[in-house]
């Protein structure tokens, strides 16, 4: 079954602490990968997104992510987190035909503290 | 719009009861989908317009769950004889088409449904 992983429910850092939020899926192709952020309130944004090429993604805000086949892997990292980065985030995969079926992680709570 | 927009923002409402939630997506945006966020859990997809027609309505859960679009544009989610389980954040997202290539969804602020 078409599945994503986020291991980790709530993370907690430290301001100008390195975070890494993981996220694993289990799909029959490579589909295409996703990270949306959820402040309270708020909509969906998207962060960034894999198609294909570099493995490497450089998002907004500051964030990035590397896709990893081998390990059906698409972990979020970002190298100083600042305090706006409270915020909930979830990884999503989609098809790459009939991208609309999107499928997503439960979400990482990331909590940062002063 | 500037965004997508969803109202109401909160509706609080009693076992039993019908409930309209309504969803304006980006002018110009011909897809619209609708999602369910339950508390702890990730999205899940309800239903996919491309227009005012629904080729896919295979995330509605039961057929307590129905959704309409007109004029290309606003829609309306409609659940009748609400159940507990109902209770959810109802996402509403938009883009410009759904088709083999990729198109970004962007995300309205969602509807919190309490079922008392």
């Known amino acids: 079954a078409q599945s994503v992983t986020q291991p980790d429910i709530h993370i907690t850092v430290s301001e100008g602490a390195s975070l890494e939020l993981r996220c694993n899926y289990s799909?029959?192709?490579?589909?295409?990968l996703f990270w949306y952020v959820q402040s309270p309130g708020q909509g969906l944004q998207l962060l960034l997104k894999?198609?294909?090429?570099?493995?490497l993604v450089q998002g907004i805000k500051g964030f990035e992510a590397e896709f990893k086949r081998s390990q059906s892997s698409f972990n979020l990292r970002k190298p100083s987190v600042h305090w706006s980065d409270a915020a909930e985030y979830f990884c999503?995969?989609?098809?790459?035909?009939?991208?609309?079926?999107?499928?997503f992680g439960t979400g990482t709570r990331l909590k940062v503290l002063a | 719009g500037a965004g997508v927009s969803q109202s109401p923002s909160n509706k609080v409402t009693e076992k039993g009861k019908d409930v309209e939630l309504r969803c304006d997506p980006i002018?110009?945006?011909?897809?619209l989908y609708w999602y369910r966020q339950r508390l702890g859990q990730g999205l899940e997809f309800l239903i996919y317009?491309?227009?005012?027609?629904?080729?896919?309505k295979s995330g509605l859960p039961s057929d307590r769950f129905s959704a309409e679009r007109t004029g290309e544009s606003v829609s309306t989610l409609t659940i009748q004889r609400t159940q507990q389980e109902d209770s959810a954040v109802y996402l509403c997202?938009?883009?410009?088409?759904?088709?083999?290539?990729?198109?970004?969804?962007?995300f309205g602020p969602g509807t919190r449904l309490t079922v008392l």
């Open positions: 997202a938009s883009s410009n088409r759904a088709s083999s290539s990729y198109n970004e969804q962007f």
């Open positions: 799909y029959g192709a490579t589909p295409y």
């Open positions: 894999y198609f294909s090429g570099d493995t």
């Open positions: 999503a995969v989609a098809p790459t035909s009939g991208t609309y079926k999107y499928i």
């Open positions: 002018s110009g945006h011909t897809a």
């Open positions: 317009f491309q227009g005012n027609s629904a080729p896919d």
